[in-house]
Antibody
Framework: EVQLVESGGGLIQPGGSLRLSCAAS????????MTWVRQAPGKGLDWVSV???????NYADSVKGRFTISRDDSKNTLYLQMNSVRAEDTAVYYC?????????????WGHGTTVTVAS | EIVLTQSPGTLSLSPGERATLSCGAS???????LAWYQQKAGQAPRLLIY???ARATGIPDRFSGSGSGTDFTLTISRLEPEDFAVYYC?????????FGPGTKVEIK
């Protein structure tokens, strides 16, 4: 079964750091574009970052320079390193797979992990 | 930067009725990279439609997508109880994904 399971969320103070993990099963992370999408409480979906099969990365302007996406191919796991976090980074963070045959539609989503930035 | 708008914000309908959801783009976009998602409360989004009109795996044929340029539509031909949810359109360009603000389809 194709599955993504996020972990690492929690309460963090403004300016702090946190690393989110996303363990994949049923497919190979490195063979797909992988992305993070977040959703602030009561709000819509907000794309955060992508990593391509070849390792190219891209970020939303709101997180560029603060967040880093990476993967560990040996563990089939995706990460999001969050530094210098702000209150506006409070959200559910979804790890997701960009489909190979869905014209860049995101076809597999994790259940999400909640990040709360507060003092 | 492309901005997506969705209308209406909320759609109040009864089971069995037809739902028509609109997604507008601030400039013409490729229909090849326009997708729709469904999100139920407390759940992750689910891909419904990609390339503006192609149904994702396992999506019932009561869901259909259409449109081009700046105007796109998601139609649910006959609402089932499980279809009451929030729907988002999304566009991809140059390794960036943009989502619309969503349309909530609620039970009337």
């Amino acid at each position: 079964e194709v599955q993504l399971v996020e972990s690492g969320g929690g309460l963090i103070q403004p300016g702090g750091s946190l690393r989110l993990s996303c363990a994949a099963s049923g497919f190979t992370v490195s063979n797909n574009y992988m992305t993070w999408v977040r959703q602030a409480p009561g709000k819509g979906l907000d794309w955060v970052s992508v990593i391509h099969t070849g390792g190219y990365t891209n970020y939303a302007d709101s997180v560029k320079g603060r967040f880093t996406i990476s993967r560990d191919d040996s563990k089939n796991t995706l990460y999001l390193q969050m530094n210098s976090v702000r209150a506006e980074d409070t959200a559910v963070y979804y790890c997701a797979r960009v489909g190979s045959w869905t014209s860049y539609g995101i076809d597999v989503w994790g259940h999400g992990t909640t990040v709360t930035v507060a003092s | 930067e492309i901005v997506l708008t969705q209308s209406p914000g909320t759609l109040s309908l009864s089971p069995g009725e037809r739902a028509t959801l609109s997604c507008g783009a601030s400039q013409s976009v490729s229909s090849s990279y326009l997708a729709w998602y469904q999100q139920k409360a407390g759940q992750a989004p689910r891909l419904l439609i990609y390339a503006a009109s192609a149904r994702a795996t396992g999506i019932p044929d009561r869901f259909s997508g259409s449109g081009s340029g700046t105007d796109f539509t998601l139609t649910i031909s006959r609402l089932e109880p499980e279809d009451f949810a929030v729907y988002y359109c999304q566009h991809y360009v140059s390794s960036r994904w943009t989502f619309g603000p969503g349309t909530k389809v609620e039970i009337k």
